[in-house]
T-cell receptor
């Protein structure tokens, strides 16, 4: 079972920042927060992951609260191509367990 | 990141026939491969996990005799849907993991199976 809770859907205006929240109140000390997205009829795409520090890469930023019970994925300047379902997943980094997907958040970027 | 391919991208087959889906890791050796299934407007559901050279481990509710998984090499895994029925119509996605990319999980583009 997925250990995260995300809003079902969100809208964002093109060019604005998209902030996608995720609750993971039962996260364990050795579990990381991973974010993937799935554009319609494609395989999931890795975005970013982190343990407790904030992380940034060319796609997004990940903000994790100090108690690690929630996080926010930030797409700084959303484009129409960012319309997708975004999945927040917690798991041990590079562990033997596979990624378990919850229902995710359907982000719609609007022109 | 690592590249995972699937073939075919789409397949239509008649009820009662079998269909094989291939999953390849193109630039790394996949010690573990995963198969997921996704029905319309639903999330990905893990079907099975396979380690190279070993029998696959199936999730509860997935029939191992119906969904045959072979992981005979470090770059290829196949999923065969035997005696397909319309309810097997779905989007099948494979994922691979290997030492070369720190055992992170990478996904293929998916295969759309339609059983008529």
């Amino acid at each position: 079972d997925a250990k995260t809770t995300q809003p079902t859907s969100m809208d964002c205006a093109e060019g604005r920042a998209a902030n996608l929240p995720c609750n993971h109140s039962t996260i364990s000390g050795n579990e990381y927060v991973y974010w993937y997205r799935q554009i319609h009829s494609q395989g999931p795409q890795y975005i970013i992951h982190g343990l407790k520090n904030n992380e940034t890469n060319e796609m997004a930023s990940l903000i994790i609260t100090e108690d690690r019970k929630s996080s926010t994925l930030i797409l700084p300047h959303a484009t129409l191509r960012d319309t997708a379902v975004y999945y927040c997943i917690v798991r041990v980094e590079s562990g033997n367990t596979p990624l378990v997907f919850g229902k995710g958040t359907r982000l719609s970027v609007i022109a | 990141g690592a590249v995972v391919s699937q073939h075919p991208s789409r397949v239509i087959c008649k009820s009662g026939t079998s269909v094989k889906i291939e999953c390849r890791s193109l630039d790394f050796q996949a010690t573990t491969m995963f198969w997921y299934r996704q029905f319309p407007k639903q999330s990905l559901m893990l079907m099975a996990t396979s380690n190279e050279g070993s029998k696959a481990t199936y999730e509860q509710g997935v029939e191992k005799d119906k969904f045959l998984i072979n992981h005979a090499s470090l770059t290829l895994s196949t999923l065969t849907v035997t005696s397909a029925h319309p309810e097997d119509s779905s989007f099948y996605i494979c994922s691979a993991r290997g030492r070369d990319f720190s055992y992170e999980q990478y996904f293929g583009p998916g295969t759309r199976l339609t059983v008529t």
